[in-house]
């Protein structure tokens, strides 16, 4: 495992993906991490489905009228999902897990990209999360923030430009 300060350094988005499948391993370690994110109250009101359906995956790559259509490249989607019910806080506790997943996606020598669903129509202009949970049969209780199309790296990117994060301070960081 790489140290925490430098994996964040190294963490990009990815939207070009090999045809190389994830082990068993892998995808359990990620949902090991998605189950082990913070949680208001821990009540844990967020849930995941792993799609390794390619059909399923090309219909999740249409979910958007833009920006997904890479994820059909994805060996793997996370689809991230909240139950209101359960917490108030259901989009934080589901935010925090897939950020979770995407640090254990970097650790494992992975790429992922994170497709927001929330508040996002198709290009027939219907709702997203509603064009989601009809792909995957999932219950009407449930929202759906995102999905993470995850895969090995078909690409090599650079690193964060620490130049750039050294200039956001001055912008974008109060200290009192």
């Known amino acids: 495992m790489e140290q925490f300060s430098e994996l964040v350094k190294k963490r ?3 939207r070009k993906f090999t045809a190389e499948k994830l082990t068993e391993e892998q995808i359990q370690t990620l949902m090991d991490t998605a189950l082990m994110s913070p949680t208001g109250k821990s009540l844990h009101s967020c849930s995941f489905c792993v799609v390794e359906n390619p059909d399923l995956i090309a219909r999740l790559s249409q ?3 833009a ?3 890479f994820a059909a490249e994805a060996q793997c989607c996370i689809v991230v999902v909240g139950d209101p019910s359960i917490s108030d806080v259901w989009i934080e506790d589901a935010s925090a897990a897939a950020m979770s997943i ?3 996606v970097e650790d494992l020598g992975l790429g992922a990209c994170w497709v927001q669903i929330r508040c996002r129509q198709d290009a ?3 709702e997203s999360e509603s064009v989601v949970r009809e792909i995957l ?3 009407e209780n449930v929202r759906v923030v995102c999905f993470l199309a995850i895969g090995h790296k078909g690409m090599e990117r650079k690193g964060q430009n620490l ?3 050294e200039a956001l301070k001055q912008e974008k960081v109060t200290r009192l």
Do not use: T, V
């Open 12 to 14: 990009r988005s990815h």
């Open 63 to 65: 979910a958007k009228n």
């Open 67 to 69: 920006g997904s259509q």
């Open 102 to 104: 995407l640090y254990q």
């Open 124 to 126: 027939e202009g219907r």
């Open 137 to 139: 049969s999932l219950p």
């Open 163 to 165: 130049e750039k994060i």
